[in-house]
């Protein structure tokens, strides 16, 4: 167990919907990123926050917005959804902002679009 | 459930066996490598790691060799255990800082019992 907790496990909606996906870090992580993968793109990054702030941002669709709260949890949008966004979601945290830091990934949300 | 895609290179060792998985990485001004293991229906879990200053550390029964001539990275298993089966992605840092892990396409270890 990574101490990374997301919800829900898993989520089956339709196209044009919008759900949100919500990850927990480890207690005393600052940062959070976000990871979507596919079956035919791998790992790829989407986005880091680090104490509140956006740090820094990989391939995310404008369709797709993260934030991070005060309490430093963190919540994936998911908009305008297409059947090419159903993938695993997975948040990671790390103690500070820095991505040679260990990155411990949650178990993930798997998003099946139909 | 399964964690990643069905095309994914596929190695098969028997238990007890070391095992050896390879990772050719993209970009040559790359300066730090990750290895992780994802089993199924987990997030990937970090193994080793190593900075581009050095060819060579080891863990607990693994290793990872870097070859930057060739932009090679290697991973050993050594008396690979049923428990080893999993998907192991190489993962590249350009330059250190704030850009982030570019993860490979991964490689499915399956043990032999």
């Known amino acids: 167990d990574s101490g990374v907790t997301q919800t829900p496990k898993h989520l089956i909606t339709a196209t044009g919907q919008r759900v949100t996906l919500r990850c927990s870090p480890r207690s005393g992580d600052l940062s959070v990123y976000w990871y979507q993968q596919s079956l035919d793109q791998g790992l790829q990054f989407l986005i880091q926050y680090y104490n509140g702030e956006e740090r820094a941002k990989g391939n995310i669709l404008e369709r797709f917005s993260a934030q991070q709260f005060p309490d430093l949890h963190s919540e994936l949008n998911l908009s305008s959804l297409e059947l090419g966004d159903s993938a695993l979601y997975f948040c990671?945290?790390?103690?500070?902002?820095?991505?040679?830091?260990?990155?411990?990934f949650g178990p993930g949300t798997r998003l099946l679009v139909l | 459930g399964e964690s990643v895609g069905l095309h994914l290179p596929t190695l098969s060792v028997q238990e007890g066996d070391n095992s050896i998985i390879n990772c050719a990485y993209s970009?040559?001004?790359?300066?730090?490598f990750i290895w992780y293991k994802q089993e199924s229906g987990k997030g990937p879990q970090f193994i080793i790691d190593?900075?581009?200053?050095?060819d060579k550390r080891q863990g607990q029964r693994v290793t990872v060799l870097l070859n930057k001539t060739v932009k090679h990275l290697s991973l050993q298993i050594a008396a690979t255990q049923p428990g080893d089966s999993a998907v192991y992605f190489c993962a590249e840092i350009l330059n250190s800082g704030n850009t982030p892990l570019v993860f490979g396409k991964g490689t499915r270890l399956s043990v032999i019992a």
């Open positions: 970009n040559s001004a790359s300066d730090y």
């Open positions: 190593i900075r581009s200053n050095m």
């Open positions: 990671a945290s790390s103690p500070r902002a820095w991505v040679e830091e260990t990155q411990y």
